[in-house]
């Protein structure tokens, strides 16, 4: 079943899925930010789950991937952001989820390390 009518724990989980978080600022539209690593943690995989993580600085268009995770265990993905590219005014991050199996990962975080560039000053 489809939408937000019908929920029912007896259906097969969709076969794939991703969240994405809204488009963050750190507060400080007028100024670079500099990213380093975007991290989602979940439940430890197994076998037919599989995760990755994106970036998507200033609002390109394109999200930057991990590598597929699907090691069966793997309890966090990551992705180590580009110095060049980690630098934006504004950036968004994502997971996507994907199974073969019968049960759907479970994400329990989704975050982002970096550095706000305090001794940048712009104004």
Same mark, same amino acid.
Do not use: C, W
């Given at each position: =079943?489809?939408?937000?009518?019908?929920?029912?724990?007896?259906?097969? &989980?969709?076969?794939?899925?991703?969240?994405?978080?809204?488009? !963050?600022?750190?507060? #400080?539209? /007028?100024?670079?930010?500099s +990213?380093?690593?975007?991290?989602?943690?979940?439940?430890?995989?197994?076998?037919? !789950?599989?995760?990755?993580?994106?970036? +998507? &600085?200033?609002?390109?268009?394109?999200?930057?991937?991990?590598?597929?995770?699907? @090691? $069966?265990?793997?309890?966090? @993905?990551?992705?180590?952001?580009?110095? =060049? !590219?980690g630098?934006?005014?504004?950036? !968004?991050?994502?997971?996507?989820?994907? +199974? @073969?199996?019968?049960? #759907?990962?479970?994400?329990v975080?989704?975050?982002? +390390?970096?550095? &706000?560039?305090?001794?940048?000053? $712009? /104004?």
């Open positions: =079943a489809y939408g937000a009518d019908v929920i029912d724990y007896n259906n097969a &989980p969709a076969t794939s899925g991703y969240v994405e978080l809204l488009l !963050q600022d750190d507060g #400080s539209i /007028f100024k670079n930010h +990213q380093n690593v975007v991290r989602a943690d979940h439940l430890g995989l197994t076998t037919g !789950q599989s995760i990755t993580v994106g970036y +998507q &600085p200033d609002r390109s268009g394109t999200y930057t991937t991990s590598p597929i995770n699907s @090691t $069966v265990g793997s309890e966090y @993905t990551h992705l180590n952001i580009d110095t =060049a !590219q630098r934006a005014r504004e950036y !968004q991050v994502r997971v996507d989820m994907a +199974q @073969t199996s019968s049960v #759907s990962p479970t994400i975080g989704l975050s982002l +390390q970096g550095n &706000p560039l305090e001794d940048e000053k $712009v /104004f």
